[in-house]
């Protein structure tokens, strides 16, 4: 989620909105610098970007390649963000997915309606989409073996950055409670701003058969960030 843009950027941009971070309070400002837009926390961290998406295009391809043969696949997004993971997950999925997107700050998905939809070219509008406003932990626990591949873009990864919750997410009890959400053979693919051999051992000790891959933010310059592709067993 990070793009590791400079403080300058947020300084030379105009704040456009603000939307308050449900249950442990601060919030996110969205910037227009141009024609492009940029989402802080609290005015001091640039979450994300219009211009600076690969690893979060990544993370849709390198999950969805591996469960778009199958019948009717059902997808949970942890995390909108600016739209561009759910868009390539829609991309690499044919007309009988359905994708669901859990997303904790109702005012990201009203942006997400408005000035930032033409960015990811308007996947909410897709009617594979479908839009759960609120916490991916509820969505993960609410029912067993319930998709083929649930991507986490939720935070900056394993070390969280904005809220301090998110973390249940990449402990034991958050791995275990997606391996149960996934139906068998399902991915788990999960975004980190950097790699994490601890979370990797994490994974492998829930049960998953774990690959890491590095991919930078953006057209082979920036940050290289990590996505972790973890396989439940049959």
């Not at 469960?67 to 868009?87: S, Y």
């Not at 390539?88 to 359905?98: K, V």
């Not at 996934?182 to 994974?203: D, H, T």
Request: net charge negative.
């Amino acid at each position: 989620m990070s793009t590791g843009a400079t403080d300058e950027t947020l300084e030379t941009g105009e704040l456009v909105d603000t939307a308050p971070i449900p249950g442990d309070g601060g919030e996110l400002q969205l910037f227009k610098c141009d024609t492009e837009y940029s989402i802080s926390i609290d005015g001091s961290h640039t979450l994300m970007s219009t211009w600076a998406h690969q690893s979060e295009d990544a993370l849709a391809e390198l999950a969805c390649r591996k469960i778009a043969g199958r019948a009717q696949p059902r997808v949970l997004i942890g995390g909108l963000g600016m739209g561009f993971t759910l868009a390539a997950a829609l991309h690499h999925l044919g007309a009988d997915a359905e994708v669901v997107v859990a997303e904790l700050v109702p005012g990201v998905v009203a942006w997400n309606r408005g000035v930032l939809g033409k960015y990811a070219g308007h996947p909410l509008q897709d009617e594979r989409t479908t839009v759960r406003e609120g916490d991916v932990a509820k969505v993960m626990r609410a029912k067993r073996q319930a998709f083929d591949a649930i991507l986490l873009d939720v935070d900056n990864g394993p070390k969280g950055l904005t809220r301090k919750k998110n973390d249940w997410l990449y402990s034991t009890d958050g791995l275990i409670a997606a391996y149960e959400a996934l139906r068998p053979a399902g991915i788990l693919a999960v975004w980190s701003a950097a790699p994490s051999r601890n979370f990797m051992e994490r994974l492998r000790k829930v049960g998953f058969k774990v690959r890491q891959s590095r991919v930078p933010e953006q057209d082979g310059a920036g940050d290289l960030h990590a996505i972790w592709l973890a396989e439940r067993s049959l």
